[in-house]
């Protein structure tokens, strides 16, 4: 399995490198961002010690493609996109928040209903809804950006405002920026039979002072998808939603004693396992942009990037 774990470039004008949970982007001059989608999998705030076969692919050509379709509605840093693996765009100081939308009442937020709350984020849940239940209007539902090997921590509008995280004029375009973006997800993904869920989506600013999408934008990664076709009858007959999200590898590593806790052991990922969640991902690549995934040469892949981002930096 010829995969992208790790990264160790030094690129023209190279000033740095920030290594994240699955991506690793390296600053040119200051000026430019070079952002390398590795095959790492994260799960639970931790990274599998086994890389998913076209993962980074996967993620970064879906990103890249929303980028583009929202960029009517909502700036963003995107500039280029010279390997399937990596985007280049505009370095950009990025808010210590991710803002999280939910359509639905799933995964974190259903885990904290169940447990008996019922304000998440500052934000009221109605009493009455079923795990998979739609929000009356979808609610954001703000965390704290951790660093390396830390959790994000649900964190609430008026603390966000309260502590100065971010003021409340930038924030209330964070906000604007949210619902705009979310609305035209649905509607892609309602065009491909899918139901957007939830997704996070983060901000940074430019040097000129505008406030940008960065990073990634509904990937399986950052987003949760359920199919549409029968979505009601499951929810009425209490069934489980079929879904496309990183969610199935969560459930798998829970069901297996593993939730990022103290102490715990991340369990074995046998090749048949990690093909598996390589061919969910594919699937949903394909489902998300109604397109066939066309699989990107891996026989040299750490050539095969390096040769890509010196051809676009030499231009």
């Given amino acids: 399995m010829n995969t992208i774990v790790d990264t160790n470039y030094n690129f023209p004008g190279q000033k740095s490198v920030y290594k994240g949970k699955v991506r ?21 705030d931790v990274v599998m010690p086994k890389g998913i076969p076209f993962k980074g692919q996967i993620l970064n050509q879906i990103a890249t493609q929303m980028m583009k379709a929202t960029e009517d509605l909502v700036p963003n840093w995107l500039i280029a996109t ?8 505009h370095l950009c100081e990025p808010f210590k928040v991710e803002m999280v939308i939910r359509g639905y009442q799933s995964g974190h937020a259903a885990r904290e209903y169940k447990a008996g709350k019922r304000v998440l984020c500052g934000v009221p849940m109605p009493e009455g809804m079923k795990e998979n239940d739609k929000f009356p209007v979808p609610i ?10 830390e959790h ?13 995280i971010v003021s409340e004029e930038d924030y209330l375009v964070l906000e604007d920026y949210t619902r705009k973006l979310f609305q035209r997800g649905t509607e892609i993904a ?10 996070k989506y983060e901000f940074g600013k430019t040097k000129d ?6 990073d990634e934008i509904h990937t399986p990664d950052s987003s949760r998808y359920f199919y549409a076709n029968g979505y009601e009858e499951r929810q009425q007959k209490g069934e489980t939603q079929k879904q496309l999200s990183k969610e199935f590898v969560r459930q798998w590593l829970i069901g297996n004693g593993f939730q990022g806790k103290e102490g715990q052991q991340i369990p074995d990922m046998t090749e048949e396992y990690i093909n598996s969640v390589s061919d969910r991902y594919i699937e949903l690549y394909e489902n998300i942009t109604g397109t066939a995934f066309q699989k990107a040469d891996v026989s040299s892949i750490q050539n095969r990037i390096e040769e890509n981002v010196l051809s676009y930096l030499a231009k």
């Fill in 24 to 44: 690793e982007v390296y600053n040119i001059d200051d000026d430019l961002l070079v952002m390398i989608a590795t095959d790492r999998l994260s799960a639970f």
């Fill in 82 to 89: 010279p390997d399937p693996n990596v985007a280049v765009g």
């Fill in 140 to 149: 954001i539902t703000p965390s704290t950006k951790a660093d390396n090997g």
């Fill in 152 to 164: 994000d921590e649900d964190i609430s509008r008026e603390e966000i405002l309260a502590k100065g």
């Fill in 190 to 199: 309602a065009e491909r039979g899918l139901i957007l869920v939830d997704t």
């Fill in 209 to 214: 002072g505008e406030i940008v999408l960065i």
